[in-house]
């Protein structure tokens, strides 16, 4: 077991789908804390499904697909943002009719396309096993974004999350951060949907904080927890589907939220621990 | 102190979408005010208050904001609080946002404003909840933590909506007294429906129902509030003296 585990790390592929796994669990780490602490996970989900409209239509043109998907999420991400911002607009159903859309779209063009996309499919459950060198690279990118991002203007976007009519009165740039923040969630959806595709996306950026956000409030706090979090689960999730042979996006999925049921289960002991202690004080 | 106005607004008509909610206001602010806001629901307070801010943009009309030395800082106490309970966000943190200002978004804690946060907490009789999560607190407790939010970066003026809803009344009458206090620094508007009380601590009254009348006085009668077209009774409680509701008509309020 011991032998079969090193000479796994001798093979490219795996030592590569490892160390995509550790930078994606970084930025989604970062990004999926200020998802979860402002509630958008709905909004992402919605952002997750537009860009498979941009998938599709690349597919069509011969173009870039990952390309493709950038756009379209970017696009859609910044009209969500916009129309959030108008009173008579209800959020949640636009939100509804962009995610529909988005699959609609993909999916007819993928149809209209000749050869009929044959991986298609690995961007609908990813491949973290086939991650090229370029996918590295720019999910690292993207993770050194963020770092400086959120270290340097920490406070602000904290501020403005948490309320932002207050923010603007004190003349904060709170239309500016939120439009970046969103563009940069959008950014963090389409990389990682080459790592555990569309249907799987949006669980790096929720599963992992919500563990965290079981053992502390404090925002900084859960963006450090989540990361360990993800890079344990993942880790754990590509080396059992190594050795059961079954899909690794939702092995590593699946290892996420027994990782969670773990940590309730944890957290309700203690808790009923520090009430029986203090009831005998009484 | 300096006599010009540190706000002006000349003529404002404000409101949302299609609707005009407050007409041709003109109201002068200067730095040793402490004006209270009285008017019926829907009058237009908050309203008002969030053209000062400039939460607002008025629809015609004109607001100023000048200070002497640089830019006016506002700290505000909104009326109610629709942020996320539960958002992972501290007390300190809460208290921190109000030293936030155009100058200084970027910076994290430096001593000095920690300072300023535990002197601020203290003053509001909370320094014990500084680490609590906001989700952690009740409501008069949470108001006390926006009250320091409201006054750490202290503001050239300082704008309370309905301060007194949630705290008991022994802190209501400390807060009073702050204001007091406070108001030897910088101006303060303040909207209150408890406006007995209020009379025995502002110096002036501005009734905003649509239109804005304002009284240059503390002291002020049923029928000045009617010919203001301010539908709101005078006698609440008892608990100040008449004498400070005027002359004649304190004792009319029954009919
Ligand atoms: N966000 C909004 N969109 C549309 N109309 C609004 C909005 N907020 C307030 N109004 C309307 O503007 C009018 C004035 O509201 P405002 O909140 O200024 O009243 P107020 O004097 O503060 O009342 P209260 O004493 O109840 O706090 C009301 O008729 C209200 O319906
Ligand atoms: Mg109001």
Redesign the interface.
Known sequence: MIRELSSLFEYQFFTNALAAAVIANISCGIIGSYIVAKRMVFISGGITHASFGGIGIAYFLGLNPVLGAAVFSVLSALGIEWVSGKSNVREDSAIGILWSLGMAIGIIFTFLTPGYAPNLMSYLFGSILTVSKTDLWLIGALAVVLIIIFTRFYHLILFIAYDEEYARSHKAPVNTVKYILISLIAIAIVLNIRLVGIILVISFLTIPQSTANIFTKRFSRIIFLSIFFGIVGSTGGLLISYFYNIPSGATIIFVFVVIFGIAKLFKASQVKLSLKRQMKRL | MSNSPIVSLKGVNAGY?DEVVINDVNLDVFPSDFIGVIGPNGGGKTTLIKVI???IKPISGEINWNKADGILH?G?L?QTNF??KY????VK??V??GL???KN????YKKKDEEKIHKVLELMGIPHLAHK?I?ELSGGQMQRVLLC?AIISEPGLLILDEPNTFVDNSFERDLYDLLKELNKEMAILMVSHDVGTITSYVKTIACVNQYLHYHKSNVITQSQLDSYNCPIQLITHGKIPHTVLGDHNHNHSHD
């Open positions: 979408a801010l400039g939460l506002i505000y909104p942020n996320d958002f992972p966000i501290s943190e809460v921190f946002s936030m200002s155009k978004f970027i910076v994290g999560n989700g939010r």
